[in-house]
């Protein structure tokens, strides 16, 4: 692992006292002292990194010193130290050079969360419906809020297609490993025969924008009004409230109905296109900076299949980091805490070894 080097932990501590200071003397302006401490709390750990780094070092020097000594009991007391100090080390080098790490600007971010059905009828529906709640207790066990935009559902359960909104701090940067092909293998309960059926779902999790994100001009769109349609036909409500939007530009529609109220309606859709619309421009600036090389974990390619979902064998494999858990019925019940945080440790080391390399 590469080390951090003296000089950059000295300046990385005189910027968060500088900070410090600044804060300190109460004359900052109202949008300065939002900057400044904006830019103090995104320091500060940085800086405790860096200065557990710095006094482990200084701990090791002086080990070293003791281990010199004539004393055969200072000697034996410093050697062993110095095997804990030499971990201790280890561990604080790596922190503070994750640290370090360029964050994903869209982490803390709320998401779009889209689950669609793939092959396997309805079965894939079904699939999609439980991938949905699995996501909705996760969330609810984070603290997070989900609002459903769109749904819509199948004849015999699950979901077709769902849209929801997750809002709350660190959504993405949790969620974001999900977006791929989700694939399960269970036995349907439509099969006298007790075969196993393989069936898809498809995931795909977009870091939500801001109007200050993206611009969206007026000339840019055609809106359409007409009337929202339920299954078979049947009038959802007697009102022209569906709203269909192009985004003329780059040809991407969005379609809502679900609302009985034709603003809310177009309100969503204007949401939803935003959202895709800053994905669309964060993928382009990821492809003009990574070239051609993808990283391992996390790609957004949505044909790649990530997960697969044993029912008969109560198992959840992650084809990306080779772990398997035995543990199917909880993840499905929101615990997906083990899954997320080996996600989320692969995609830092990978990082981390893209430095050394």
């Known amino acids: 692992m590469t080390s951090i080097s003296p000089d950059r932990i000295r300046q990385i501590e005189a910027r968060r006292d500088e900070l ?4 300190a ?13 904006k830019e103090y709390a995104e320091l500060e750990p940085v800086a405790q990194a860096a200065t557990e780094v710095r006094r482990l070092r ?20 410093a050697a062993e130290e110095m095997h804990t100090n030499r971990d201790s080390l280890e561990a604080a080098d790596r922190r503070l050079a994750l640290a370090l790490l360029p964050r994903d600007a869209a982490d803390e971010r709320s998401a779009m969360l889209e689950v669609r059905a793939g092959t396997g009828g309805d ?3 079904l699939f999609a419906g439980d991938l949905f709640r699995m996501y909705q207790r996760y969330a609810e066990g984070q603290g997070w809020r989900v609002e459903l935009i ?10 077709k297609e769902v849209v929801a909104s997750v809002t709350g701090q660190g959504v993405f940067a949790k969620l974001k490993f ?8 269970r036995v349907p309960v439509t099969e006298a025969g007790g075969r196993i059926h ?10 939500e924008a801001e109007e200050v994100d993206v611009k969206i001009e007026d000339k840019d769109l055609r809106i359409d009004i007409y009337r929202s349609s339920g299954p078979g036909g049947q009038s959802v409500n007697t009102t022209d409230s569906a709203v269909r939007i192009v985004h003329i530009p780059t040809g991407l529609v ?4 679900d609302e009985k109220s034709q603003h809310k309606n177009k309100a969503k859709a204007l949401r939803v296109l935003r959202t895709r619309l800053y994905e669309a421009e964060r993928e382009r600036l990821h492809a003009e900076r990574a070239g051609a090389r993808k990283s391992m974990v996390g790609s957004g390619d949505r044909s790649e299949r990530i997960r697969t979902y044993n029912f008969p064998q109560g198992r959840v494999t992650d084809h990306r980091i080779n772990l398997t858990l035995h543990r199917l019925p909880e993840i499905l019940a929101g615990e997906m805490g083990e899954l997320v945080g080996a996600l989320i440790a692969e995609d830092e080391a990978e990082r981390l070894a893209q430095i050394d390399g």
């Open 254 to 257: 969005v379609i809502q109905q």
């Open 150 to 159: 769109s749904a819509s559902d199948s004849d015999a359960g699950g979901y």
């Open 198 to 207: 393989t069936s898809a779902a498809t995931v795909a999790v977009l870091p």
């Open 178 to 185: 999900e977006s791929g092909v989700h694939r399960v293998q």
């Open 25 to 37: 003397t109460g004359d900052l302006p109202g949008d300065r002292f939002v900057q400044v401490s």
């Open 123 to 125: 079965e894939a529906a």
């Open 58 to 77: 200084a701990e090791a020097e002086s080990l070293a010193y003791m281990a010199q000594d004539a004393n055969d009991e200072l000697r034996a007391m």
């Open 20 to 23: 410090s200071a600044l804060m």
